[in-house]
T-cell receptor, first 114, second 113 residues
């Protein structure tokens, strides 16, 4: 079983829709949860991160963590064509992130139709 | 501008011909790493370095070498490339203690024929 599982998609939704992207993980020790966005032919960029359980909002983006279910989500409201990208969830393998590696999900490819 | 620079961006080579992909960062980061990205497999760590002269294997190190003689540079070396090393490669760097954000280079698309 992979430590981090993510549905690869592709996911195609109309402009303005609410998008839900999800990951599950197996290691209950994970405490930091990150979402990276990767545009075509580019390297991933950090979009949001959260610590422990709960919600974090940044503009149209909301990251949600449910540690009891080992499940994290990224919601995109009022989706725009510019949101079309691959979204990767990621978690440092230990609390002391400078000494740990980051484990990435395989990424979900999202396409927003104008 | 803070950045991670990889070169070359695209490379086609033949089996067995040694090659080096360079990586340089200008953020004075201690932690650098190399990943390969393949469809359905996501980003897999090849090697990482926690500081100068400190390197260690990641999840898929076979067929690769690295060195870290200077803090800013972290080259990836393929001594004898094979077709199964055809992939998209990313270099990334991170700052100090408790910094979770990784900065990625633009990627190197390698094809081994």
């Amino acid at each position: 079983q992979k430590e981090v599982e993510q549905d690869p998609g592709p996911l195609s939704v109309p402009e303005g829709a609410i998008v839900s992207l999800n990951c599950t993980y197996s290691n209950s020790a994970f405490q930091y949860f990150m979402w990276y966005r990767q545009y075509s032919r580019k390297g991933p960029e950090l979009l949001m991160y959260t610590y422990s359980s709960g919600n974090k909002e940044d503009g149209r983006f909301t990251a949600q963590v449910d540690k009891s279910s080992k499940y994290i989500s990224l919601f995109i409201r009022d989706s725009q064509p510019s949101d079309s990208a691959t979204y990767l969830c990621a978690m440092p393998s230990s609390r002391y992130s400078s000494a740990s590696k980051i484990i990435f999900g395989s990424g979900t490819r999202l396409s927003i139709r104008p | 501008e803070a950045q991670v620079t990889q070169n070359p961006r695209y490379l086609i080579t033949v089996t067995g011909k040694k090659l080096t992909v360079t990586c340089s960062q200008n953020m004075n980061h201690e932690y650098m790493s190399w990943y390969r990205q393949d469809p359905g497999l996501g980003l897999r760590q090849i090697y990482y370095s926690m500081n100068v002269e400190a390197t260690d294997k990641g999840d898929v190190p076979e067929g690769y070498k690295v060195s870290r003689k200077e803090k800013r540079n972290f080259p990836l070396i393929l001594e004898s490339p094979s077709p199964n090393q055809t992939s998209l490669y990313f270099c990334a760097s991170r700052g100090g203690y408790s910094n979770t954000e990784a900065f990625f280079g633009q990627g190197t698309r390698l094809t081994v024929v």
